[in-house]
Structure formats: C-alpha cells, structure tokens
C-alpha cells in the first residue's frame, strides 16, 4: 500500500515538474514578445504629396435646369375647315408672318363678292339720300336708314374678310416649327393641332436654387450652361428673373437666366447644367480633394511635418488636423478653415494613416489636381 502511494506521488510531483517548465517556456516567450513589440517601429507609408495653395475663385451656385422657348406655341385652326395648302416643312426656320396652312374658302369667297356689292349699292343709296335730303326731298328717317344698310353691309364685308384671314394660318414670330400633324384634306374643327412652333434665339433656361442663395441674387449676374448633349461646348448668359416667390413644398426659389442661342443646338426641353456666377472674387485655399478624410464627426486631411530625435535623422510624419470644407471644383476642394498656404498635406494615402504615423513621400507617379480635369479614353 505504502508502495503504491508512493508511487502516485512520484507521477504528480512529475506531472507538476512538466508543467512548471512548459509555464516557464510560456512566459519567457511572451515576455520576449512583449519586449520586442515595445521595441518595434512599424514601416513607414508611401504616399504623395500636395501643397496647400492660395488662389482666387469666382464663387458660383450650381443648379440643374431646363431649357425654354422664349416664345413657344402650338398653332391651330380657330374656325373649321378643310386644309387645301400647306406651305411648311416639318423642322423648317419661318419667318413672322409666314403663311404656314391655307383652309379651304371657297364659300366664303363666293358669299364675300355677294356682301361686296350689296356694300356697293348701300354706299351708292346713302349718297342719294344724303343728297336728297340737301335738298328737302326726303325725310331725316329716310336718310339715317341708308346709313345704317350702309353700316350692315360693310359689317358684313368685314365678317367674311376676317372668317377668311381666319382660315389662312400664319407664324406668329419667326422660329423653328416642329412635325405637322395635318395633311392636305384634312377637315379640322377650332383647336386642332397644325404643329408646334418654338422660338430658338435668345432662349430661357429656368433652374431652382434654395432660399439661402437669395443674399447673393441679383439680376444680371452671369450665368454659365453646359449641357451633355454637347460635350465641350459652354453658353454665356444673364440672370433675368427672380421668382418673388418661394416654393413652400421645397424652399427654393424659381430662376430664369437668357441665353444666346444663334446656333438652335439648345432646343426647348432640353437638360442643362447651369452655374450662377458671383461678381466678385474671393481668396480661397485649395487641396486636392482627394488628401481630405470623411467622416460622421468631421473631415480632416493629414499635414507632413518633420520630427526627429536627437542623434537620428528627422523623419516625414503626418499629423491629423480637422479642417472645414467648402466648393468643390473637378479635383480640388475649398479649405474654409484649418490650412494655412504653404503647408503640406497627404494628397493619395490618408486612408491608410493614423496620427503621428511615419511616411515617405513618393510624388513621382502622383496625378496633377486641376479645377476642369479632362480624361482621356484609352
């Protein structure tokens, strides 16, 4: 008995020895690791670089709008009839006054030379009666009644005169006139689309911004255009109106700027771009857009700084600096407050840092920033 117990013994004291020195080899292990992460100084990041530049800016409003005919309408028939001409193509410029559609006025051409010479034979009557009653002949009754047959029959006349003006359709202002939606036979009743006709040269473009621009309005300032339609290519125009009031839906307000339009290319209807530019420039600072960091409790960019110890060369590192941002043209942004001119910040790389983190600069592959970059298809 005395054996066996001995021998349990011997196993534990055993089994307590092997782990001591496992516990032993653990520790000093981690111990070593410890003392080398303390010790350890993690790489420094490749990122370019951009200084922090001082410039003037022509601040600007940017807005989406629509392009609009100055003058604009969809021409009709006011009296029905049957269309005997049509005198326009489909597309076509027309001058003011061009005849555009004639009506079928056969009848009231024939019924116009019947009232004609009854306004003949009134006319002749009356000078009789007038020269009748010079003379005593007749009496004021007789007289006032030629005249008022003479005044219905020329009423008459000018009735059939204008049903016929009526029936011939002209341009009402000179522009391009859309697809005719009638042919030659036609019957139509008052009202009938003949076609659609826009005036193209100046033209409107209207645009909403929200209520806070409203400070910065005023009639006048100019505008700038771009439209997809037409890649490259920019209009200049003018501030004209200020809707004086504001939408209570969305709180913005109305806007219609004129444009020149010699050319057509902008048609009615049309999308645009437009840029309500201010008179007055400002100093601003810029960065490019790409060195800022987004977040929900603030944008920062990172600014290079050399530090260094004693007995050791001076090191690049970046330290994080909350900034405040503003207008945002193709790639660089407004820094409104946060930056002086001449600083240096981490133009490509700021995702990937933390504050104080060591850097290397490598701006030999680094892309320029400029206000209208234009990329080129490859």
Known sequence: MKTRTRQWLWAVGGILAVVGVLVGVKAGQIGAMISSGKSFTPPPESVTSAPVQAAEWQP??????SVVAVHGVTLGAELPGTVREITFDSGAWVKQGTVLVRLDTSTEEA?????????????????RARSLRQSDVNTPADLEGAEARAAQAGAAVA????????????APFTGRIAIRQVEVGQVVTPGTPVASLQSVDPTFVDFWLPQQALSTLKVGQQVRLQSDTWPGSTWEGTLTTINPEIDAATRNVRLRATFPNADGRLRPGMFASVEVLSAERQAVLLVPATSAVYAPYGDSVFVLEQAGEAGKPPATVARQRFVRLGERRGDLVVVVSGLKAGETVVSSGAFKLRNGASVVVHNDQAPGAVIDPKPVDR
């Open 111 to 127: 019924q116009l030379v019947a009232a004609r010479a009854d306004a003949t034979l009134a006319r002749l009557s009356l000078e």
């Open 60 to 65: 600007s409003q940017a807005a989406s709008g």
């Open 159 to 170: 009735g059939l005169e204008a049903a016929i003006a009526k029936k011939t359709i002209r």
